[in-house]
């Protein structure tokens, strides 16, 4: 084994590789060719004598000497990033942290804790990213984000197989609900029972993976009518106030909910939930992934108190 000659361009792209699932993936992120993926890669399992990938038909998969190499390219990665930002006279007092975090979070918690950060620690430099849980998890686990919000649903599973788990902690649990235009006859319901909701329009997202009919009410006893489709929340919201069909939302989001959109309760089934989790790798934190951490989850304690 010897890693003497290891560029940090393989290192890269084995880093880019361990988040983005596939060669293709990453090469289409790098810029690459995938043959120039592939002798990257190649290189470097040569360095280390072993093999770093486990190649498979959905993808790829670190193996165990995988996990230890791509630790030690996060850690030189990040030095080396460091190193190119002091340089460049960026700031770097108040240290850096990466947050991912579900698309709905941007609508609400993330752009509050920004805001709490600046007040709180002007000088800590937080940078985020949208991303499916899927597409986060790898992310933790390759190193390029630090902590990741993930949306979880019943029977609420680990967001990946992989092992060491990754440590979860629950900042909020709510209820969904029906969101439906203000003119419809649901609009002046207290509430609305899962058998009434039979022949309704719905706007979900796309059926794909993890995206599969999210929108739908869970558990609806019929093959839903879906009207429109849209993986962005706040379209399928705008659907809604057009009266274009009906979604559903966690009601965390109801501070964020357009004009002529009117939140209603469901009944008659079992109680629908939706956590949020802070997730990141096992071991402490550093500074900045604590503060904002503990930022966050004062946000989300404040937010299910209201």
Do not use: C, N
């Given at each position: ?43 470097l ?33 990040d ?34 804790a ?12 937080l940078?985020s ?47 969904l ?130």
């Open positions: 084994m010897d890693f003497t000659d290891v560029s940090p361009t393989a290192l890269r792209v084995f880093r880019e590789i361990a988040e983005r699932g596939t060669f293709t993936a990453a090469a289409v992120a790098l810029g690459y060719t995938q043959s120039a993926v592939s002798r990257q890669i190649a290189s399992e040569r360095a280390a004598g072993a093999e770093l990938l486990e190649r498979r038909r959905e993808g790829v998969r670190l193996t165990s000497a995988g996990q230890v190499v791509l630790r030690t390219a996060a850690r030189v990665l030095d080396l990033d460091a190193t190119a930002r002091e340089l460049a006279g960026l700031p770097v007092s108040g240290g850096t942290v990466r947050l991912g975090w579900f698309p709905s979070a941007g609508a609400v918690l993330v752009p509050r920004i805001a709490a950060l600046r007040r709180s620690h002007p000088t800590l430099t940078v990213r949208e991303g499916s849980t899927p597409a986060l998890a790898r992310a933790l686990r390759s190193g390029t984000i630090d902590l990741a919000l993930l949306a979880s649903a019943p029977p609420f599973r680990p967001p990946d197989a992989e092992t060491p788990a990754l440590e979860l902690q629950t900042l909020a649990e709510r209820s609900r029906l969101a439906v235009p203000s003119s419809h006859p649901f609009a002046r319901a207290d509430s609305v029972d899962i058998a009434d909701l039979r022949g309704q329009r719905w706007i979900a997202a796309p059926t794909a993976g993890e995206y599969q009919l999210m929108g739908v009410w869970p558990g609806l006893d019929e093959r839903p009518t879906i009207a429109h489709t849209a993986r962005d929340w706040l379209a399928k919201l705008h659907l809604v106030a057009a009266g274009a069909g009906i979604t559903t939302i966690s009601v965390a989001l109801q501070d964020a909910v357009p004009p002529g959109v009117h939140l209603v309760p469901v009944h008659g089934g079992p109680q629908e939930t939706r956590r949020v989790l802070l997730a990141h790798l096992p071991g402490p934190l550093p500074q900045p992934a604590r503060v904002l951490a503990a930022t966050l989850q004062t946000l989300a304690t404040d937010s299910s108190a209201t």
